[in-house]
């Protein structure tokens, strides 16, 4: 019977446990961790997806270390999982091509660029990247590319709220700020004045908020606990027994808030999501007027304007 399953699901338990704040190991442990259990598994390792995620995980991991030959054990094995029969070989020659120049190893990289370039001269060229402009000067024929330009990143509106940060110990971190038009688009900066002046309010208020929405998570922890049944091993990782709001300082880490276009008194509704320990994919979402929290659920619950409309047209109450 094989074991490849029970080991990797052991190895992504391990990764999806590893956090800055309740479980930090050194890329030396992560390694060493990885590379053990990936041996201990048979060759249906192969056949699993996440599998996939683990090799890329790796591959990644050696890169940044410019470790050249790990890098290319691992590729090996990539070449071994059922994912990489979906692309043809040129695809693959380019894509090792690409780690192995990440990896500083200009050798290499252009080794696998001329297979690629053999196969499927266009492919390399598809994009103007590092690479191609790398490749090319290596032709007999260069081709002639644009000069590369990197366009200026986005500007995002973000807040450093003082409190949050010293709640969550996260002292450099800010909050990320999205603001909902009428016509639903999430733009970077205040639509109205309405959202501009809810801003000074949730700055003037942020600690009621927080503690408004973390005590409304008190009381529905226990039920999202028996809702994600971690086993006892698990569970102080991603959901132990807590008693207080205190307890989620080391569970959360603030993310993005949505100033909607749903308003009541002049008032937007926010939305807000948190990254938890307990569900790295689907996040954790609140959505809340005021210090009234209106529901909670995963981080998509965030922009969800149709709640706080529907919170708007049947709330009875003051707030």
Same mark, same amino acid.
């Given at each position: ?37 990936? *041996? ?78 053999? &196969? ?64 639903? &688009? ?32 008190? &009381? ?81 619950? *965030?922009?969800?304007?149709?709640? *706080? ?11």
């Amino acid at each position: 019977m094989s074991n490849a399953e029970e080991i990797i699901d052991k190895i992504d338990t391990y990764l999806s446990k590893s956090s800055p704040k309740t479980f930090n190991p050194s890329q030396e442990e992560l390694l060493n961790f990885i590379e053990t259990h990936w *041996a201990m598994a048979d060759d249906e390792k192969y056949n699993l997806y996440f599998s996939s995620i683990i090799i890329g995980r790796m591959i990644n991991e050696y890169v940044q270390l410019k470790d050249s030959k790990n890098l290319a054990r691992w590729m090996e094995m990539d070449d071994l999982h059922y994912k990489s029969a979906q692309h043809p070989n040129y695809f693959r020659n380019w894509y090792k091509g690409t780690k192995f120049f990440d990896a500083g190893n200009e050798e290499k990289a252009l080794q696998y660029f001329q297979l690629s370039y053999n &196969e499927n001269p266009d492919h390399i060229f598809k994009t103007n990247s590092s690479y191609s402009q790398f490749f090319n000067q290596y032709l007999d024929e260069p081709r002639i590319l644009p000069e590369i330009i990197k366009k200026n990143e986005e500007t995002y509106f973000q807040m450093a709220l003082p409190y949050w940060q010293k709640f969550f110990k996260e002292d450099e971190d800010q909050l990320e700020f999205n603001f909902i038009d009428d016509d639903e &688009e999430i733009l970077y900066e205040p639509v109205n004045e309405l959202q501009r002046a809810a801003l000074n309010y949730f700055l003037e208020n942020q600690e009621m908020m927080l503690k408004s929405m973390l005590t409304a998570l008190l &009381e529905k922890y226990p039920e999202l606990q028996d809702q994600y049944e971690y086993n006892e091993e698990d569970k102080p990782f991603f959901m132990p027994n807590i008693t207080s709001i205190e307890g989620f300082c080391n569970l959360l880490t603030q993310s993005q808030c949505y100033v909607m276009n749903v308003y009541k008194n002049d008032f937007p509704y926010f939305g807000f999501s948190f990254g938890c320990s307990w569900d790295s994919e689907h996040d954790l979402g609140f959505i809340t007027y005021k210090d009234r929290v209106v529901e909670i659920g995963d981080a998509v619950l *965030a922009f969800d304007t149709y709640t *706080a409309e529907n919170d708007l047209e049947n709330y009875k109450g003051n707030n």
